[in-house]
């Protein structure tokens, strides 16, 4: 599998289509309209401060996974006859089978289950890739992403630290 080329289409919660694809250079408008609808909490939880923008490092970071040791996936949904971004997470490779996972949802879309889905299909790339572990650092009073990677269906090791928690999903 080409995770370059990563497209599949699922139901969310609610009824409605959403398209869980490889993200592209391109979409790079498509999310700077998406980083509006992301609330102050929303952003914190994502990157533990407060952050108005992105620096040019990190927006060309974000915006070239190379799908070998960096995937990065986008779930968009149509709405008002038109293609919108709702959400998205990635892993980062960080020591030989491991990866750092990470999910954002913009506030409108949070509750439908894109950030399920989006894990689903990581943990399909990352296995076909050969990893054997995920791991992220989550705020303790991050609910949904505690509840979300309990529900995931693998083997999950957790290891509170002063500030946030340690969490390892055995793929």
Not at 19 to 43: C, F, M, N, Y
């Amino acid at each position: 599998m080409d995770a370059r080329e990563y497209c599949v289409v699922e139901t969310l919660r609610d009824g409605r289509r959403a398209t869980v694809r490889a993200l592209k250079p391109s979409d790079e408008a498509a999310i700077r309209e998406w980083a509006r609808h992301l609330g102050p909490e929303t952003i914190y939880r994502r990157f533990f401060a407060p952050k108005r923008s992105l620096s040019e490092q990190e927006r060309t970071f974000y915006l070239n996974p190379d799908f070998d040791t960096h995937v990065a996936l986008v779930v968009t949904l149509e709405e008002g006859g038109r293609e919108v971004m709702a959400g998205g997470g990635r892993y980062v490779g960080c020591g030989p089978g491991r990866a750092e996972v990470a999910f954002m949802v913009d506030d409108p879309h949070q509750g439908l289950g894109i950030g399920s889905m989006v894990m689903r299909h990581l943990i399909v790339i990352a296995r076909e890739k050969g990893l054997r572990e995920f791991v992220a650092e989550v705020l303790p009073e991050n609910a949904p992403m505690i509840k979300l990677f309990g529900k995931c269906g693998l083997a999950i090791n957790t290891k509170r630290e002063p500030d946030a928690l340690h969490v390892t999903l055995t793929l």
